[in-house]
Each structure stands twice: as structure tokens, then as C-alpha cells.
């Protein structure tokens, strides 16, 4: 397991108008989410004058639809702060985004929340257990070391002095880690892997 950065801990969307859209105007700017964004600040990000006024554009289209024009996450054009805030929430309760992305990996869209659009108890246990390993040198073996490990503590043959040295030799690792990993969910997100105990 290698030590978390915590680089890209924001996600990113791109406010814009939509009047001035369909009157071929991109108005629009980029604003940052991170664990620390309140509800508040979301709903300032959309307001559809605070959008003008980060864009730099005078407030003559009477518009007041907003759609979220891009974003770096895949969520939806027509997000709320509401909905946004969700996302804050996932981001407390890991490093960064790419434990958001591992879990969505794997399971259906929306598993991640609630029906109050908060974070589900799925991703919660996911968040308390998951692990994470470099899939690059030096440290590429390192998930084969937690899993031989795991698989001596689970034959109970790990610092047993009663267990003769010749032993180990006899034993297929690479089928012992195959086994122990049809309990584990696995996947890779920019060159690490995340795993973590079926949900
Ligand atoms: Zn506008």
C-alpha cells in the first residue's frame, strides 16, 4: 500500500448561461469543488448573475437557466447545488475524486448516494475499507505482498514457528492470490489499484 497524495482532491464544473448559449455566446467559467464547498457556495456558483459576472460578460440576455456546460467527473448537464453537494459529501470521506471514480467502476450509477443524495452506505463501507496500491515500479508488487500475507494469516502459517521454512516452496501463490480475490472488488484508476471487500 502506497501513501495517498492528495493532488486532485477537486472536481470541476463549468457554470454557464443558457440563454446567451442559444444566443451563441459561451458564458461560462470553470469553478472548483472540494470537500470544504458548502452548500451555499454551490448555490452562488449557478446563480445565474454570478455566472456573468466570473465570465466577464454584461447581463443584457435576461437569461435565467443555468446548465452545467462541462465538467471533469461525468456527471449531468442539469446538476443541482443540491445535487453537487453530494459529491462534496463523497469527497470527505475519501483522499480524492479517483476513490469516487474506483467505486463507480464497478457498481450502477447512483450507488454512491442515497435517496437524499447523500453519501449511501454502500460507499461509506467501501470508503472505510478500500486499500490502494501502486500498479507502477518500485512498488508493483506490493498488492501480491498483502495478498500473500493475508492468505498466511488465513491458513494460519504467518509466524508460526512450528510451520517448517520448505512449506512456503510447495505453496502456488499466484492460486492462493487468485482465491483470495474472488472476496475482493478490484479495480484500477490512474495507475493504482483500489481494493476492497465485496459489498
Ligand atoms: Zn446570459
Given at each position: 500500500?502506497?501513501?495517498?497524495?492528495?493532488?486532485?482532491?477537486?472536481?470541476?464544473?463549468?457554470?454557464?448561461?443558457?440563454?446567451?448559449?442559444?444566443?451563441?455566446?459561451?458564458?461560462?467559467y470553470?469553478?472548483?469543488?472540494?470537500?470544504?464547498?458548502?452548500?451555499?457556495q454551490?448555490?452562488?456558483?449557478?446563480?445565474?448573475?454570478?455566472?456573468?459576472?466570473?465570465?466577464?460578460?454584461?447581463?443584457?440576455?435576461?437569461?435565467?437557466?443555468?446548465?452545467?456546460?462541462?465538467?471533469?467527473?461525468?456527471?449531468?448537464?442539469?446538476?443541482?447545488?443540491?445535487?453537487?453537494?453530494?459529491y462534496?459529501?463523497?469527497?470527505?470521506?475519501?483522499?480524492?475524486?479517483?476513490?469516487?471514480?474506483?467505486?463507480?467502476?464497478?457498481?450502477?450509477?447512483?450507488?454512491?448516494?442515497?435517496?437524499?443524495?447523500?453519501?449511501?452506505?454502500?460507499?461509506?463501507?467501501?470508503?472505510?475499507?478500500?486499500?490502494?496500491?501502486d500498479?507502477?515500479?518500485?512498488?508493483?508488487n506490493?498488492?501480491?505482498?498483502?495478498?500473500?500475507?493475508?492468505?498466511?494469516?488465513?491458513?494460519?502459517?504467518?509466524?508460526?514457528?512450528?510451520?517448517?521454512?520448505?512449506?512456503?516452496?510447495?505453496?502456488?501463490?499466484?492460486?492462493?492470490?487468485?482465491?483470495?480475490?474472488?472476496?475482493?472488488?478490484?479495480?484500477?484508476?490512474?495507475?493504482?489499484?483500489y481494493?476492497?471487500?465485496?459489498?
Amino acid at each position: 500500500m502506497t501513501q495517498q497524495t492528495e493532488t486532485e482532491n477537486f472536481i470541476e464544473i463549468c457554470p454557464g448561461c443558457l440563454a446567451c448559449y442559444n444566443q451563441g455566446r459561451l458564458t461560462f467559467y470553470w469553478f472548483q469543488i472540494n470537500k470544504d464547498t458548502t452548500l451555499k457556495q454551490l448555490e452562488r456558483a449557478l446563480d445565474v448573475e454570478e455566472i456573468h459576472r466570473k465570465a466577464k460578460t454584461p447581463f443584457l440576455c435576461g437569461g435565467e437557466e443555468v446548465s452545467i456546460q462541462d465538467n471533469d467527473f461525468g456527471g449531468g448537464e442539469y446538476m443541482t447545488a443540491a445535487e453537487l453537494y453530494g459529491y462534496v459529501q463523497l469527497l470527505q470521506l475519501v483522499p480524492n475524486f479517483d476513490y469516487v471514480r474506483a467505486f463507480k467502476n464497478i457498481y450502477l450509477m447512483q450507488d454512491e448516494f442515497d435517496l437524499n443524495q447523500e453519501p449511501s452506505d454502500m460507499f461509506k463501507q467501501f470508503a472505510d475499507d478500500v486499500l490502494v496500491f501502486d500498479t507502477v515500479y518500485p512498488y508493483d508488487n506490493d498488492l501480491d505482498e498483502y495478498l500473500d500475507e493475508l492468505f498466511g494469516e488465513f491458513v494460519g502459517i504467518d509466524q508460526n514457528p512450528q510451520v517448517p521454512e520448505i512449506l512456503y516452496s510447495f505453496i502456488d501463490w499466484r492460486a492462493a492470490r487468485d482465491w483470495l480475490l474472488n472476496d475482493y472488488e478490484k479495480t484500477e484508476v490512474n495507475s493504482k489499484i483500489y481494493l476492497w471487500r465485496k459489498i
